[in-house]
């Protein structure tokens, strides 16, 4: 396993874990394909720079999930990841509520950010300290996040324990300390940062003169817990990136998106029929065996189609 009991451990006394080269070199290079599809290499926005106008202005490319291809798709539902997430909340289902690929090039906006909290807009009410009704966060990252480029910085939980959760940022001229505590996370390409959400961290802003940082933001809770979300999946249903990829799937990646797990109340010989209709190229024996034999849902929803 590449996420392991000490890496739990240190999440959840710090706040924060970093995983180095969580990602393998075949991922990597398959993730790669698929960015350069949304967003241009730093060279080529460097040689070209009218063919990405608004990158060149601002510096900053936005793209969310389902994503061109199917590796940028697959790992916002690696199963390491799902599993890490359940083991973290200590919920038995997960939900899925963000997916969004960040593309900084160098010489643009700086985007330093202020130390902040992500419950602010992951949520409508607040993080609690521990179990259930959680939510964690996970950034990999897709390029070196070396000095200059930008690097994550984060701040342990026992050094910020003093602080309240309101407001939810923190300005350096307002609490220069809390600026001295925080640590960079200077990692290579295929690295991990998971943190929680009253765990403080920024984007500290870009020094060097040349280069990009490419990551991928993802943000976990607990199944059924609808004050905390980002996105909801079935607006996208009917993209061709999604359709293309949905009945690719596992049972498990289907479920964390939202997709009722075999054995849901959701499955009737109707509901069978239909689904199958709209997906045509999708498994659905491991929903039509739990709806004949009366299984309920699963605790753990990982079986693959």
Known sequence: MRLTDEHLKQLHEDGYVVVEDFMTPEELTAVEGDLHRHFPTWSQLREQPDRWPELNRTGDGVAELPFKGSALNHMSTQPELIEFARRFLDEPRVFLTQSICWAKYAGRDDFEQSLHLDWHDNSLVMPPSGGAYGQLHMILYYSDATPGLAPTAVVRQADSADRPLVPWARRKHVDPRLYELERPIHVRAGA??????????????????????????????????????????????????????????????????????PGHPYWTEE??????????????????????TGAGPAADPGSHC
């Open 192 to 261: 991990l940062l998971c943190f929680s959400a009253r765990t403080f961290h920024r984007c500290t802003g870009f020094t060097a003169k040349e280069g990009a940082r490419f990551s991928h933001h993802l943000a976990w809770r607990g199944a059924g817990h609808e004050w905390m979300s980002w996105r909801g999946w079935a607006q996208y249903a009917d993209q061709l990136n999604m359709s293309r990829w949905l009945p690719n799937t596992t049972v498990e990646q289907r479920s964390v998106l939202g997709f009722p797990p």
């Open 271 to 292: 509901t069978l029929t239909l689904v199958g209709a709209r997906y045509p190229r999708m498994d659905m024996a491991p929903y039509r065996a739990a709806f004949e």
